[in-house]
């Protein structure tokens, strides 16, 4: 089982640009939730999916947008970057309420 | 609204000392409560989760404990290790009628000293 895996790795945008970020959840994990972290802070809840729809999302604008295949993988899409998104961008599978959280390496995003 | 809290911010200990990380949390109405590891530039590795209905948990030389009424839970390292040395975040499942909604600390950086 390779777990929770993330690409790409590192990425750099240039402010203006859009950016599509990915998640493979771990096998028999049907929840992806997608998490911010800014260098020394906690990982801040942008968005869940589950069954292809997103059912919770946390405190952040509608250039964050997001997509759940049947496959359960996920993708984060960000429009109209700012230099402030720069940051590590975690993804979180799990099963449906409960049970624990496995988190992917991360992507590093870097906008200039 | 849940804040989560870490104390200390920083810890420096000597190897083989036994230490205690903390973590409070404003609403005690959390679904789960887990704690993960995190190394320099890298993902998040879990540790332990405690499910609401439980006073603790143990996987080698951790312990968990949560005490829901108080808002608290610590993290107990036995024994430290230089191989210990990361980060450490808490993190928990709120509100209860959600799937893992984590809300995290800022974690404490732990460096064990050779």
């Known amino acids: 089982d390779a777990g929770v895996t993330q690409s790409p790795t590192h990425l750099i945008k240039t402010r203006g640009q859009q950016v599509t970020l990915r998640c493979s959840p771990k096998?028999?994990?049907?929840?992806v939730s997608w998490y911010q972290q800014a260098l020394g802070q906690g990982p801040q809840f942008i968005f869940q999916?589950?069954?292809?729809?997103?059912?919770q999302r946390g405190n952040f604008p509608d250039r964050f947008s997001g997509h759940q295949f049947p496959n359960y993988s996920s993708e984060l899409n960000v429009n109209a970057l700012l230099l402030g998104d720069s940051a590590l961008y975690l993804c979180?599978?799990?099963?449906?309420?409960?049970?624990?959280?496995?988190f992917g390496q991360g992507t590093r995003l870097t906008v200039v | 609204k849940q804040e989560v809290t870490q104390i200390p911010a920083a810890l420096s200990v000597p190897e083989g000392e036994n230490l205690v990380l903390n973590c409070s949390f404003t609403?005690?109405?959390?679904?789960?409560l887990q704690w993960f590891r995190q190394d320099p530039g890298k993902g998040l590795t879990s540790l332990l989760l405690?499910?609401?209905?439980?006073r603790e948990q143990t996987s080698g030389r951790l312990n968990a404990s949560l005490d829901k009424s108080s808002g608290r839970s610590t993290l107990y390292i036995a024994a430290s290790q230089p191989g210990d040395s990361a980060t450490y975040l808490c993190?928990?499942?709120?509100?209860?009628?959600?799937?893992?909604?984590?809300?995290f600390g800022t974690g404490t950086s732990l460096t064990v000293i050779p």
């Open positions: 609403d005690s109405a959390i679904y789960n």
């Open positions: 096998s028999g994990h049907d929840t």
């Open positions: 405690i499910q609401s209905s439980q």
């Open positions: 979180a599978s799990s099963r449906d309420r409960g049970g624990t959280a496995f």
């Open positions: 999916y589950y069954e292809e729809e997103e059912r």
């Open positions: 993190a928990v499942s709120w509100p209860p009628n959600t799937g893992n909604q984590f809300y």
